[in-house]
């Protein structure tokens, strides 16, 4: 998976309207939907890139290798999926910007579809998307500790997991089958 800050850079070269965790979140709500990596970018960018751009092309690359990350972790048995965040030497507050950030994108992602994917969803399934909301409100002001740093870890491994929940009820992994 691409780091966090150069996809950042690349958003940022393509004048993104949103940052990077924000954008994974909606790319991966996006695919919970079977959108495509063009229906990404036409939410995610300012403006078409120019692809006779040859930097503008190596940009949209790194985002084409995000997005065909997220497409494989997200349906990889092997629950590999992670959220695309700032790394832990980030300020704190930061972080939690980003997480809270990745949580908004990811409940727009989903919203595009509709009602079509919420009705899908178990009950149990719409408690994962109501963390997301909830975790999607976080504030900033929160000092590092210990503490702090402790339930940061457990709300990102949350989201992770809820989002690996909602998936495989959108979009069940069907097993493999068994070689005789």
Same mark, same amino acid.
């Given at each position: 998976?691409?780091?966090?800050?150069?996809?950042?850079?690349?958003?940022?070269?393509?004048?993104?309207?949103?940052? /990077?965790?924000?954008?994974? #979140?909606? *790319?991966? +709500? !996006?695919? =919970?939907?079977?959108?495509?990596?063009?229906?990404? &970018?036409?939410?995610?960018?300012?403006?078409?890139?120019?692809?006779?751009?040859?930097?503008?092309?190596?940009?949209?690359?790194?985002?084409?290798?995000?997005?065909?990350?997220?497409?494989?972790?997200?349906?990889?048995?092997?629950?590999?999926?992670?959220?695309?965040?700032?790394?832990?030497?980030?300020?704190?507050?930061?972080?939690?910007?980003?997480? /809270?950030?990745?949580?908004? #994108?990811? *409940?727009? +992602? !989903?919203? =595009?579809?509709?009602?079509?994917?919420?009705?899908? &969803?178990?009950?149990?399934?719409?408690?994962?998307?109501?963390?997301?909301?909830?975790?999607?409100?976080?504030?900033?002001?929160?000092?590092?500790?210990?503490?702090?740093?402790?339930?940061?870890?457990?709300?990102?491994?949350?989201?992770?997991?809820?989002?690996?929940?909602?998936?495989?009820?959108?979009?069940?992994?069907?097993?493999?089958?068994?070689?005789?």
């Amino acid at each position: 998976m691409p780091d966090f800050d150069d996809v950042q850079a690349a958003l940022e070269k393509l004048q993104a309207n949103t940052d /990077a965790a924000e954008a994974h #979140g909606t *790319l991966c +709500g !996006l695919i =919970m939907g079977k959108q495509d990596f063009d229906r990404w &970018l036409v939410t995610t960018l300012e403006h078409k890139p120019d692809h006779a751009d040859l930097q503008a092309r190596e940009n949209l690359q790194d985002l084409r290798e995000l997005f065909d990350q997220s497409k494989l972790q997200l349906n990889d048995e092997d629950m590999s999926f992670e959220l695309l965040l700032p790394d832990e030497d980030d300020e704190f507050a930061i972080r939690l910007i980003a997480l /809270a950030g990745w949580c908004q #994108g990811f *409940l727009y +992602g !989903l919203a =595009m579809h509709g009602e079509t994917l919420l009705k899908a &969803l178990s009950e149990q399934g719409r408690e994962c998307l109501n963390d997301v909301l909830e975790i999607s409100q976080l504030e900033h002001d929160e000092e590092s500790t210990d503490e702090t740093e402790a339930v940061y870890a457990e709300l990102v491994e949350h989201v992770r997991l809820s989002v690996i929940y909602i998936n495989e009820e959108l979009n069940p992994v069907l097993p493999s089958p068994v070689l005789q």
